[in-house]
C-alpha cells in the first residue's frame, strides 16, 4: 500500500512539474520581442560601495551606450577606496555623467534602498534603469533594448542578468541556478504574475516609483529592492519583459562555494515576503522538484515497481528539460545538457539546505 502512495505522489509530482514547463515556460521560450517605440530620457543608476575596480570596467561601458539621450548618475555610498577621485576625472569629461555621494546611511535603514532612493530623487529623468557595479550590459544598445519595453505603456520592466561562464562546476550550478530563477520569474511575469526582478537588470518609472511608495514598506529589511518592489509594483503597475542578448547585462559569478550560499541565503530570506499567492506558485514548483528526487530515490532503493518509476523519472526529464533548454536558447544562454541531470539535483537539493538554514539561522548580513 506505501508503495503505491509513494508512485502515486512521485506521478502527481512529474504531472506539477508538467504544468509549470508547458503552461508557463514554454511560452517564455516562445516570447517575441515588443517592437521598439518611442526613445524616452534615461538614467542609468548604479549604487556602489568600495567598487572602483568594478567601477574602471563598467561605467565606460555605460557611457558609450549608443542612446540619444541619457544620463549616467553613480551613487557613491560611504566608499573609503578611491571611488571619489576616479569619479571626479569622469565628470570632468563627460556631461551626461554625474556622482552622488553618500556620506552616512540613516540607522536602522538598508543603505542600498537608502542609496537608491536618493538616486532615484537625484535622477534628471522620468525613466530608470539600473544595474550593479559588477554588471556589464551585453551591448552597446543595452538602453535601447530594455526601453523598448516601456512602448506598450508599461510601468517597469524586467531584464535577465545572466553570469559569465567560467571553469569549474560551481560556476556550472550557479549558472543553471540563474537561469531556472531566470526562467520562473520572467515567464511568471508574462502570463501577468509578476513577483520578482533583480537589480542588475531592471528599468521602471519614477512615477512608478513614488506610486507605489518606493521601498518604505521594506526599507528595513535586508535586501528587497528589487523583488520586494516588483511585489509592490504588480498590485497597480504594468510590467513589462525583455529578454534578447543585448536587452541584457552579464555579472561576475561566486569563486567559492561558501560566498554563493551566502548570497543565497539572503535571497531566499526575501521569498518569506511575497504575497501568499505567489508563496505557492513558486513553493509548488520547488516542492513538486524536490519531492520528485526524494520519492524516486526512495522507491529506486526498495527496488519496486522499477518499470514504473523509471517511466515517470524518464518522462520528467525528456520533458522538463527540453523546455529548460529551449528557453535557455530563447534568453541566448547556455546550459551543459549532459550535466543537466546532475546539476537539476544539486540545485533542487541545495535548496531545500538553503531553506532550511534560513529558518533556522535568520541573522543575515549587508555589506
Same mark, same amino acid.
Given at each position: ?6 508512485? =502515486? ?5 512529474? @504531472? ?35 567598487? @572602483? ?67 532615484i530623487r537625484a535622477a534628471r529623468y522620468e525613466h530608470l534603469l539600473f544595474t550593479d557595479a559588477d554588471c556589464r ?85 535586508? =535586501? ?60 509548488t514548483f520547488a516542492l513538486a522538484n524536490i519531492l520528485f528526487y526524494i520519492l524516486s530515490i526512495t522507491l529506486l ?44 539535483a544539486v540545485y533542487f537539493f541545495n535548496y531545500l539546505f538553503l531553506g532550511v538554514s534560513v529558518l533556522m539561522y ?6
Open positions: 500500500m506505501i508503495i503505491f502512495i509513494l508512485l =502515486g505522489l512521485l506521478g502527481l509530482c512529474v @504531472l506539477v512539474q508538467l504544468y509549470f514547463a508547458f503552461c508557463f515556460f514554454l511560452p517564455l521560450a516562445r516570447y517575441k520581442s515588443p517592437e521598439s517605440g518611442r526613445q524616452h530620457p534615461v538614467s542609468v543608476v548604479v549604487a556602489a560601495h568600495n567598487e @572602483l575596480q568594478n567601477l574602471v570596467e563598467l561605467l565606460p561601458l555605460l557611457l558609450d551606450q549608443e542612446y540619444p539621450e541619457f544620463e549616467v548618475l553613480l551613487v557613491n555610498d560611504r566608499s573609503d577606496d578611491d571611488t571619489e577621485f576616479y569619479t571626479y576625472e569622469l565628470e570632468k569629461q563627460f556631461p551626461n555623467f554625474r556622482v552622488s555621494t553618500i556620506k552616512k546611511t540613516p540607522e536602522y535603514l538598508n543603505p542600498k534602498k537608502y542609496a537608491l532612493s536618493l538616486g550590459p551585453c551591448s552597446k544598445n543595452w538602453i535601447a533594448a530594455m526601453q523598448q519595453g516601456f512602448a506598450g505603456g508599461a510601468d517597469m520592466v524586467l531584464g535577465y542578468s545572466p553570469y559569465v561562464k567560467m571553469k569549474g562546476f560551481l560556476n556550472h550550478l550557479i549558472r543553471y541556478e540563474t537561469l531556472l530563477t531566470g526562467i520562473q520569474y520572467l515567464s511568471h511575469a508574462n502570463k501577468g504574475h509578476a513577483y520578482m526582478g533583480v537589480g542588475r537588470n531592471l528599468s521602471y518609472t519614477k512615477a512608478c516609483f513614488f506610486k507605489n511608495k518606493g521601498f518604505a514598506s521594506h526599507i528595513k529589511t535586508i =535586501g528587497g529592492d528589487d523583488d520586494l518592489f516588483v511585489r509592490d509594483a504588480a498590485n497597480n503597475s504594468t510590467i513589462s519583459i525583455v529578454i534578447d542578448k543585448e536587452a541584457q547585462t552579464a555579472s561576475i559569478p561566486k569563486k567559492t562555494f561558501r560566498e554563493w550560499v551566502t548570497q543565497k541565503r539572503r535571497h531566499l530570506s526575501v521569498g518569506s515576503k511575497y504575497k501568499p499567492a505567489d508563496k505557492r506558485r513558486i513553493g532503493a526498495l527496488h519496486s515497481h522499477l518499470a514504473v518509476v523509471g517511466l515517470l523519472v524518464g518522462l520528467r526529464y525528456i520533458a522538463v528539460f527540453r523546455v529548460y533548454v529551449l528557453a535557455a536558447r530563447r534568453l541566448n544562454d547556455t546550459v551543459a545538457v549532459p550535466l543537466l541531470p546532475v546539476l537539476d535568520k541573522k543575515i548580513r549587508w555589506k
